[in-house]
């Protein structure tokens, strides 16, 4: 089974702070990490080309510096990258995000399986995924905590949901889009040797030229979404400090557990 | 008595642990001044090995290393946890007979200070110590199961808290913006919050940030940055069936945290001249984790290949980089420098935590009594003026 997953390189830091003139995002640090969710559809998609074979290709769009997360994600066992970069793509809102993976997915060759995270810790619309289903013209399942796939019944795989702490198995035909819970699995860890191997792995890198799409479908005039508003969390810091002996915290420290325990 | 009023910019282990030296005498008033967390920098991204023998620094230091290590035995014993100590011992491998003479003679040292310690060259001995080691290529090992390593961080914290004891005061969350001299004398300082100290002597304590900080009084602090890159591996099998003592090889060391092993180049195989090495940089701009280059991982790989190979296929948890500041014999900056008052506690790179106590002691009794020791002597900024 040949699978595409698509990575998003999030800030490391969680200090973030808002522009106020354009409401977008200023990432304090420019040190980047692969989204942790996505690190979850990593670990499914090499359960699964364990399984069946094939090799996994993993997508992201962002800065050149992005080709960081790509090589990590190869660190972690995914065989080929390809990094979309572009002036003309970048500030793009979901919409415009997903046309152009989709577009990337479709140049590169055929996939069986499409994975997203669910969520990407910074944006976090949870619209990615399903609307690069929707760009390709496949299903979608949102949310899902694992994948079964059944050799007899080739064209179909099992989505694996929990809803109100039921597993519900959606099968869906293939190709198809599922999105990855974050923590739905345990991702397998780099080694020394894979990330060494990782620098030699192929990484093809696309630009609108290569995807052809109209300059009003991407970036920022592609975009329909509008920010209308956003702002820093307030409350600051909320912590308490407690003092006294060791024993004297313990018992202070149990508590406030109690009584918080209490609210609930 | 009349009062000596000491202003110290850094709260790292540098900064703490002169505080707190300083606080014991009576009529030293002592403001420790940090920019954000005590023992938040260098200091909580060490390693913390203070052991008894090994190659980070010379026999003839012994006295530098004793202090040290019986000063935190001594926190530990006085409250567990407030050193961090984790004892789990040390191998030192032999790789040439350099190496091995180094290892005999602080094991003497350690011996005569009542600790044990012995030479190793039965290989199956040590592979019973680290069964995941290679004997090849090796002359033999020396091991003690006395130390291991502390934690700088808990360290520094528990120095604060002991100055706080006898008077001492702690700012954090405040910078010094400014250093006031007068006639090349300094008066005091002025900080991040607006507010203007008048202090006898003001010592620079900042470490990687020392360039920066000596430009405010125009000294030029000749220090470099050298990458402090550690990586915590996760070991093939999750969980060591056995206790990782702290591992010493010339070119890098190894030590347990919790059950992954943390790995660090070791500060002395660092070329000055290499780019890759060393440089001039902005501590600011660190980030908490991540930042290792990719050279490291080769270098690891073919030394973990070579010397450690049951632990090569490990996982690789994490990283962080960090910057050692290190004149170019790569030993400590202590006590005066051309303007009057401004006293240096800096440049202690790989080896800050062992040497921060007996450093700390004679610094105080220099600024306290006006005298001076061999060390001070040894470790003096004029050593490396022209
Ligand atoms: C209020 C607001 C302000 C924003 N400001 C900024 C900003 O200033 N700068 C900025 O860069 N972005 C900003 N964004 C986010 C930008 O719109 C997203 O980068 C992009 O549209 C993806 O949306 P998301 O992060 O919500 O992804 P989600 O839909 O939450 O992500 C789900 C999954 O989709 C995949 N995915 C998402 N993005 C990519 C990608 N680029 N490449 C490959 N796979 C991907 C991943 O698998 C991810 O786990 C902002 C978003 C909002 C809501
Ligand atoms: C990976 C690694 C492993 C190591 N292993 C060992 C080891 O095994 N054994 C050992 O002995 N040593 C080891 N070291 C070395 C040791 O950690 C350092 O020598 C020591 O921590 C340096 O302490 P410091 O107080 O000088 O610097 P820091 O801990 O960096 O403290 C300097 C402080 O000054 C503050 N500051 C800077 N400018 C200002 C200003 N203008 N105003 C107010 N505050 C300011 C900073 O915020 C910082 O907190 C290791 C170091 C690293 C990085």
Redesign the pocket.
Known sequence: MDIAVLIKQVPVSNNVSVDPETHALIRASAEGMINPADLNAIEEAMVLKEQTGGKVVVFTMGPPDAEKALREAMAHGCDESCLITDRAVAGGDTIATAKVLAEAIKKYGKFDLILSGALSADGATGQVGAMVAECLGIPHVAEIQSIQYDEAVPDKIDAVKKVYGERFHVRCALPAVLSVNFGSNVPRLATLRSTRAAKNKPLATYTNADLKLPADQVGIPGSPTAVIDSFEPTGGRMAEMLEGTPEELAVKLKNMIDEEKGKL | MEKKKIGI????????CLGYHLSLYDNAEVIV??????????????????CLFDD?LKNRYWDVRLY?FESYLKMEAEEKGSAGFDKTGTLVVATNEQVEATIKTGIALAKAAGYSGEYITDKDRIKEILPDISTDNILGAGYTADDG?FD?TMI?NTYAKKMQKNGGVIKTG????EVVVKDNKVTGLK??EGEEYEFDYVVD?????SK??GEMVGVDVPIWHTK???FFLCPPGKKLNYTFPVLKYPEF?GLRAGDNIFI?KS?LSMDLNNPMHAGQWD?DKLPATGGTDDYFIDFLLDQLEVKVPGIVDSGLVSS?L????EPKDFLPILGETPVEGYIL????????????PAASRDLAKLIMRGESTPLLEDWAFKRLLG
């Open positions: 910019i850094g709260g790292g282990i540098s900064g703490t001044f940090e920019k954000d967390t005590i023992g938040g920098a260098s200091t909580a991204k060490s390693a913390g090995t203070v980070s040290g390593y700088g520094s405040v910078k010094v913006t900080t991040s304590c900042t470490g990687p940030w920066f900080t402090a890159e550690a060391y660090c500060h501590p962080w960090s910057y050692r500041a506690a800096t440049g202690y790179g790989g080896n800050g935590v062992i040497e921060a």
